[in-house]
């Protein structure tokens, strides 16, 4: 896979799709092209967040350890990105990224990426809005889940 | 110290004063003589004195005096010469005498120079000396870039006044003397002229000069305050960066320099001015002499031979005066400087010579427990750190201080460690003061380690290993010359009173390690470096050095057989796209295009691109090889996109570092180039653009780069073109490559690319990591992990172990204090660099270190993570300065009292 295709990739990711494609090539161009096989883990839960990741084929688990061991809260494949949080955030990984398939992705280092975002404030405002839509989504849900909660407390 | 400078020198160099004062009165005696044979050559055999028939002869150098009671004793009766003769043998005394005057001369300079280098030797090293003594809270206070100011610059004058500090007065004032004497007695009244003259000017001039002493001193202490904060900014170079502070010091520098010009300005006004008075007041006595004396002489109270004979005998007067008050001035202001030095040097209280001396045989073990009694620790402002505090720590015992910042537990573990003294109460071992005991016996037995790491500059092992260094425990024999300088080098040491302690022997107490010698040393060092975790980070940097082949030809024959042994391992498990290899018929799509077509690295970088540019054998081979054309269609297409990609970026951008090609600044050159020769076919682009294309090819690899250049065509046509490139090498390029060569060491590459022989891919995040790894296991598989290990125990650590991480600093620190058996060991928060879970995992390793082999050392341990104290045998809980918790532990499930108090 070529740098063109891999800025085809990334402009199909919302957080990117709104970048021109120049700042794509310079993104994928100063980030790393990385091979997993099946069962190999992107990232551990509780590691210092380094890379973000961006899938160009295959498919990863994403688990959370619970006391009773991992748990699988969702699957990421091909044109998604992952690790993105520990990344703008210092916050250590939330989950553990494990492939199940053979996997090819774009690793964005963080300062590569933070670096990007300062330079050009655009993509910063189009990373705030996608970040704004998932916190609202996310909060929907909260609500919904205690709701519930205190529907089966009653 | 002594406070006056001439007496410290009088102290140490009495005899040899004496001897010199004794050469320099002998060396009169030919000075005089070579004064008056002019004037005999001159009247006699030159003029004619007592030859004035011809035929008559004199006799040469009879050797004869009278004695009182003896009468006449002849020794010599001397030989008959005529004119022509006498002339030659006296003009042959003339040069005797010149040789014999300028062999004392170099003899008394040269004996002066000795004599003040073994003083200025002698004040060095005992200033050093006491720097080895001074109490800890006076080293918080100096600016150690003033302290070796001091020991190096300012004391240097002091050796050069040593040789004439009493020689000089005792010449020069008797020549004065004489002078004046002569005066006297040719005439009273002009004696006296020039004895109030001289009067004035010994009494004026120097007075004078003490404002001058006044402004030196400033000068001093204004130069000794510039080179602290030189150095200051030089240590906190990246603090000003990062608060843009760098023009106030920009300003605080100039004002310093501003002041220092002023005073050094004054001085030189001063100076001149004083220079002034002085010529005039040695100008002005003849000018009382030919009046006054001319008047006395009109008069007839004087006759004219004896004004004459005055002013001549006057001549020699200003010359030695003037120099005896040079002598003065210079003698002043050494003394200051000395009073400047001793006062900064005398601190109380010093620790007492006695404690520090060197003690060859090996403390016997500490019996009785370490102890704090009603201690109390203050900081420098005289706040208390810890007081009332009193704990026994057993021997054997562990026990854990927790409390966090501010609780106190560092300093009682700072007390410990004798790197703070008690303000009130005492630390004890047995009934003994820890202060009191020598330290060859605390230094040994109690091991201290915390996070504030000292690294000297030298050798990973070095530093590893410096906590054995107490006294020098071999005697070195030497031979022949050697020994000829060794005996000299302890006379000398003797004579300026340095200590006699041989830096060749071998300082290593390998017993104080628990090993017998040299040879089973290795394991221990590998013991404490992996307790500590540090094993890994030296193996690392030992495979990323370049090692001497020839010098280390079996291991260099090891490592290229290990080769084929890491195909074997990698294939074994199915790693084998981890690394791609050389292989002289096949193109290596992760090294770069230059690579593949050299077969081999550039060693020497500026001749070989000087060739690239001149050279006509790079053109003619890509020519025949069919690729000219081809690397300038790929050349453009990597110019385009690189210029496409950066065009935007500041030239500073951090993205920059990624462009292998080119630099930033080239970026518009390109682009204009790009400008020029687009749309344009080869053959009408000047040579000197189209290399300027080509070039760019040699750094291209596909897979980083990604741009989609290279076609398995392309990559034939460069693998054939390998031989021409390696074949025809003209001769005046040889050297500048190193060509891969799969039974062959590479000079010029690290071991790990020896081992490795091709690239590790860029599909893998941590391919780097698993083949480190994998070769790591393979070193210690083929029994070459210890060989490799001592590669990285050479690893240069830098000014201030400046090389290493923080981290690796204070494991490195933690292991010095590991591998030498002690019966307490201090650890102070001692990896606070490093994060908490590899801080737990290398404390669990140090207590079942230490508790190996039969060991039972006390352990004081200052905890960062509370959680970890289920270790040790007692909890000590420390807040506000004072132990206010304490509790055995007797099951790791029993302490929750504890562990409530701990969070």
Redesign the interface.
């Known amino acids: ?4 295709d ?1 800025v085809e990739m990334l402009r199909r990711i919302t957080l990117f799709s709104g970048l021109p494609p ?1 700042k794509l ?2 993104l ?3 980030s ?5 096989s099946a069962g190999e883990n ?1 990232f551990h839960q509780g590691d210092i967040g380094d890379a973000a990741y961006v899938i160009l084929s295959g498919k990863a688990d994403v688990l959370v350890s619970t006391p009773t061991g991992q748990l699988k809260v969702a699957e990421v494949e091909q044109n998604s990105i992952v690790g993105e949080i520990a990344i703008l955030c210092n916050t250590p990984r939330t989950a553990t990224i494990k492939t199940t398939t053979a996997l090819e992705a774009l ?1 964005i280092r963080k ?2 990426f933070l ?1 990007l975002l300062a ?1 050009f404030p655009e993509m910063a405002v189009e990373i705030m809005r996608v970040l704004a839509d998932r916190l609202s989504q996310t909060t929907s849900e909260l609500t919904e889940a205690r709701s519930r909660a205190q529907r089966v407390e009653a | 110290m002594e406070p006056r400078l001439s007496r410290y020198i009088w102290t140490h160099t009495r005899k040899q004063q004496l001897w010199i004062l004794l050469i320099v009165a002998l060396s009169m005696i030919p000075y005089f003589m070579s004064f008056d044979l002019p004037k005999q050559i001159v009247n006699g055999p030159i003029q004619g004195q007592g030859f004035e028939t011809p035929g008559t002869t004199q006799l040469f150098l009879p050797i004869s005096f009278s004695l009182p009671f003896f009468g006449e004793v002849n020794l010599f009766s001397g030989i008959e010469l005529g004119r022509q003769g006498t002339l030659l043998a006296l003009s042959l005394v003339f040069l005797l005498l010149v040789i014999i005057n300028g062999l004392f001369k170099f003899y008394i300079n040269t004996y002066k120079g000795r004599l003040g280098e073994r003083l200025l030797r002698r004040i060095r090293f005992e200033l050093v000396d006491r720097v080895l003594r001074f109490p800890p809270h006076h080293l918080k206070r100096v600016k150690p870039a003033e302290i070796s100011t001091m020991i190096k610059d300012e004391v240097e004058p002091m050796g050069g006044f040593t040789g004439d500090a009493f020689v000089q007065p005792a010449l020069l004032g008797g020549q004065a003397l004489t002078a004046l004497i002569f005066i006297l007695i040719q005439s009273f009244w002009l004696g006296l002229i020039a004895f109030v003259i001289v009067a004035v000017q010994a009494l004026i001039i120097p007075r004078m000069r003490r404002r001058l002493l006044v402004l030196g001193r400033e000068r001093q202490l204004t130069a000794r305050e510039l080179s602290g904060r030189v150095s200051e900014i030089v240590d906190g170079i990246g603090t000003i960066r990062g608060h843009d502070t760098s023009n106030y010091e920009r300003a605080d520098i100039a004002a310093r320099l501003g002041r220092i010009f002023k005073i050094r300005y004054d001085i030189y006004q001063w100076k001149f001015l004083v220079k002034f008075l002085n010529n005039f007041l040695a100008q002005v006595t003849p000018f009382l002499f030919y009046s006054i004396g001319g008047y006395f002489a009109l008069q007839g109270r004087l006759d004219i031979g004896q004004l004459v004979a005055v002013i001549g005998a006057y001549k020699d007067l200003p010359g030695p005066l003037k120099e005896l008050i040079d002598w003065d001035q210079a003698r002043q202001d050494v003394q200051v400087k000395y009073t400047q030095v001793v006062e900064q040097f005398s601190v109380e209280p010093l620790i007492d010579p006695k404690v520090q001396e060197v003690s060859i045989a090996p403390p016997a073990a500490l019996s009785g427990a370490l102890a704090a009694v009603n201690l109390a620790i203050a900081d420098d402002g005289g706040a208390k750190l810890i007081e009332h505090v009193s704990l026994q720590v057993r021997p054997g015992e562990t026990v854990a201080v927790t409390g966090g910042t501010g609780g106190g537990g560092e300093a009682l573990a700072e007390a410990f460690g004798r790197l703070a003294w008690p303000v009130s109460g005492r630390i004890v071992v047995g009934d003994e003061d820890i202060h009191e005991l020598p330290e060859s016996v605390i230094g040994r037995r109690i091991s201290y380690a915390s996070s504030e790491v000292y690294t000297f500059q030298g050798s990973l092992g070095d530093n590893l290993l410096y906590g054995l260094k107490h006294a020098p425990l071999t005697e070195v024999v030497y031979e022949g010359d050697k020994a000829a300088h060794r005996r000299w080098e302890l006379l000398e040491a003797k004579l300026a009173g340095n200590p006699s302690l041989d830096l060749n022997s071998d300082w290593i107490d390998y017993g104080a390690a628990g090993a017998t010698g040299p040879e089973d040393l290795f394991g221990k060092i590998r013991a404490a470096l992996d307790v500590v975790l540090l094993t890994n980070d030296i193996l690392a940097l030992a495979v990323r050095s370049t090692i001497n082949s020839v010098e280390h030809e079996a291991f260099a024959t090891e490592i290229v057989e290990m080769r084929a042994a890491l195909r074997r391992r990698l294939e074994a498990e199915k790693l084998s796209d981890l690394v791609v290899f050389f292989e002289p018929g096949s193109y290596n799509i992760e090294a770069t295009v230059g690579e593949n077509l050299l077969f081999g690295t550039v060693t020497d970088r500026a001749r070989w691109e000087a060739a690239l540019e001149s050279h006509p054998f790079f053109k003619t081979v890509l020519k025949r090889a069919g690729l000219h054309e081809t690397f300038y269609e790929m050349g453009l297409e990597i110019a385009e996109n690189v210029v496409e990609l950066f065009r935007d970026l500041p030239p500073d951008h951090p993205f920059f570092q990624q462009l292998t090609f080119m630099t930033s600044e080239e970026i518009p050159a390109y682009e204009a180039l790009l400008q020029k020769v687009r749309s344009r076919p080869l053959d009408e682009v000047s040579e000197e653009d189209a290399i300027r294309i080509i070039r760019l090819c040699f750094g291209y690899i596909e897979p980083r780069h990604r741009f989609g250049l290279l076609t398995e065509d392309l990559m034939q046509k460069i693998v054939e073109a390998r031989r021409e490139f390696s074949d025809g090498l003209p001769a005046d390029l040889v050297g500048v490559i190193e060509h891969y060569q799969p039974n062959r060491y590479m000079a010029s590459a690290s071991i790990l690319d020896n081992v490795l022989f091709g690239r590790i891919g860029h599909k893998h995040t941590d391919g780097s990591d698993k083949i480190r790894a994998i070769v790591r296991d393979l070193f210690e598989s083929l029994g070459l992990y210890n060989k490799v290990l001592a590669f990285g125990l050479d690893f240069d650590v830098g000014a201030g172990g400046k090389r290493l991480t923080a981290g690796q600093r204070q494991k490195l620190n933690l292991a010095r204090a590991l591998i030498r058996i002690s019966d307490f060991y201090i650890v102070n928060q001692p990896l606070l660099a490093l994060d908490q879970r590899t801080q737990d995992q290398i404390t669990r390793n140090v207590f079942a270190f230490l508790h190996d082999e039969d060991r039972n050392p006390a352990i004081v341990w200052v905890l960062s993570n509370p959680a970890l104290s289920e270790l040790f045998d007692r909890v000590v809980h420390f807040e506000n300065g004072r132990l206010v918790h304490e509790e055995t532990v007797e099951a790791p499930s029993k302490d929750s009292d504890y562990k409530e108090l701990a969070s």
């Open positions: 896979m070529l740098l063109k891999e120049a090539k310079l994928a161009f100063t790393d092209r990385v091979m997993y992107l690793r300062d590569d670096k330079d």
